[in-house]
């Protein structure tokens, strides 16, 4: 067997922890609270019995036998009749201890086996210090320890010692606070550990709706800790960042593709002033692709504008595709299966599907469109039967102006921004765009959005 480390040993041990513990941090939390304070609180009541108690116990014993030794000598001194019967009397009203003398020899005595505690500090103390022969019995019942001490060699003095005076209390009591206290403290620790809890629940669900391209909820973050409150403001605060820099990026490049229509008009115009000739023609096809391409861009830019998602009904947007597609008699199916009310910005959902629909249709001769419910995500395939993409080119047409068919022509390509469109609507819903082989021959397109 390979020797391990105990790093790795630890590491072990703590992934094998972490897998079988539960998974929400406030019952980890519970967990972390409670465990110690249990243990401490058996610990602690352990302690309190195991070495207090015996301690207790030995002292109580202790002073059992010098009341005796009292009674002893009391006896030794004023042996008659009427005083016999005084020192009886005084130690069953004052010593709760009921006495009596009687002619005779204790039996011999051997500590049995199943000698409580009490019995055997009380033992201990007569042998320390009573030294005179004695007789013990813990099974005569009724709470009481019998006692026989030899006093003389024909007088005997019989003890019923109450264990009330031998014991300190009931410790039903003490574990009944104890665990009453505990709970309480529990019950406690619960509410403070919810409070604190909801600013970091808010968080998670505010980082869900920043990465699915939503508005984010506006919590107040005022209860939980520093901690919380300040990783909430720093979110927050990148969030708004990011849509700030994602707007500026967008105004800017559709800017520039405005502020590009105006002289590339003027080329065309120049242009169209030019004897015919072949680098004529050349550059008025440049010319044309420039302002496809333009068109397309700020067709982009303006529908990323201000659109705010919205509960919509997928399959309204998928048909509304495809009856678009029909118009122009192409061959579209749209099929789905589960729950298609999705939160998302159906203008530029739609314009994601048309993109790629109308890629199927520009490549194939037939198109499959379906979209699935999953737990987390909609998943929306477009299928066609035509040539497909080489796999390893999978990434490369996802970039901006990429084309693979170099060719000019009108009827197979456009500027290239299709499928870049897509994707960047896609990953703005917090999704993605993938490419696959179709099982109709040709590419398959599958769109995830999570839900
Ligand atoms: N369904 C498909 N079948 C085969 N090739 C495809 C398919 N979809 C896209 N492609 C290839 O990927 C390239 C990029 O597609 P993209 O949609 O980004 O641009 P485009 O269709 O050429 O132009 P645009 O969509 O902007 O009009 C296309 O030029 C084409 O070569
Ligand atoms: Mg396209």
Redesign the pocket.
């Known amino acids: 067997m390979k020797r391990r480390s105990a790093r790795e040993l630890f590491e072990a041990v703590a992934t094998w922890v972490d897998r079988r513990s539960p998974q929400t941090l406030f019952a980890r939390a519970l967990i972390i609270i409670v465990v110690p304070m249990l243990l401490l609180q058996a610990l602690s009541a352990w302690w309190f019995y195991s070495q207090r108690g015996d301690n207790v116990t030995n002292r109580l014993a202790l002073l059992v036998v010098r009341d005796l030794r009292a009674l002893i000598a009391l006896h030794d001194q004023f042996p008659d009749a009427d005083h016999r019967a005084w020192i009886v009397d005084h130690a069953r009203t004052d010593l709760f201890t009921s006495v009596r003398f009687r002619p005779g020899r204790v039996p011999p005595f051997r500590s049995p086996e199943h000698f409580d505690i009490v019995a055997r500090e009380v033992q201990g103390a007569l042998d320390a210090d009573l030294r005179k022969p004695y007789y013990l019995d813990n099974s005569i019942g009724g709470d009481q320890l019998f006692v026989e001490i030899q006093l003389t060699p024909d007088t005997v003095m019989e003890a019923y010692i109450p264990y009330l005076r031998l014991t300190f209390g009931s410790s039903f009591a003490y574990v009944l606070a104890q665990v009453g206290l505990a709970l309480v403290l529990f019950g406690l620790a619960i509410w403070f550990m919810r409070r604190e809890l909801v600013p970091i629940e808010h968080l998670g669900v505010a980082a869900e709706a920043l990465g699915k391209g939503r508005e984010v909820p506006d919590f107040a973050f005022s209860g939980g800790t520093r901690e919380v409150r300040n990783t909430a403001i720093a979110f927050r605060t990148m969030g708004i960042r990011l849509r700030r820099s994602i707007q500026q990026r967008t105004e800017m490049l559709a800017g520039v593709s405005h502020d590009l229509r105006t002289p590339l008009t003027r080329m065309k115009l120049s242009l169209a002033m030019l004897p015919d000739s072949p680098e004529a023609k050349e550059l008025g096809d440049d010319v044309g692709d420039m302002e496809r391409m333009i068109e397309?861009y700020l067709a982009f830019a303006r529908g990323e504008g201000d659109e705010e998602t919205a509960p919509s009904d997928l399959s309204d947007i998928l048909e509304d595709v495809a009856a678009g597609a029909r118009r122009d008699n192409a061959e579209v199916a749209v099929t789905w299966s589960g729950d298609m009310n999705v939160e998302l910005r159906p203008i530029a959902i739609k314009r994601c599907i048309t993109?790629l629909v109308?890629?199927?249709l520009?490549?194939?001769k037939r198109a499959a469109i379906h979209a699935t419910r999953g737990r987390t995500s909609v998943e929306i395939t477009v299928d066609?039967n035509?040539?497909?993409?080489p796999e390893e080119r999978y990434e490369d047409?996802f970039r901006p102006f990429?084309?693979?068919?170099e060719s000019r022509n009108i009827d197979t390509?456009?500027?290239?921004?299709?499928?870049?469109i897509a994707r960047d609507i896609a990953r703005s819903h917090g999704g993605d765009v993938t490419l696959a082989k179709s099982p109709l021959g040709?590419?398959r397109?599958v769109v995830r959005l999570p839900v």
């Open positions: 397309g993109n109308s890629n199927a520009r490549h194939g066609d035509g040539p497909g993409i047409v990429v084309r693979l068919d390509g456009g500027s290239g921004l299709g499928l870049t040709g590419l397109v």
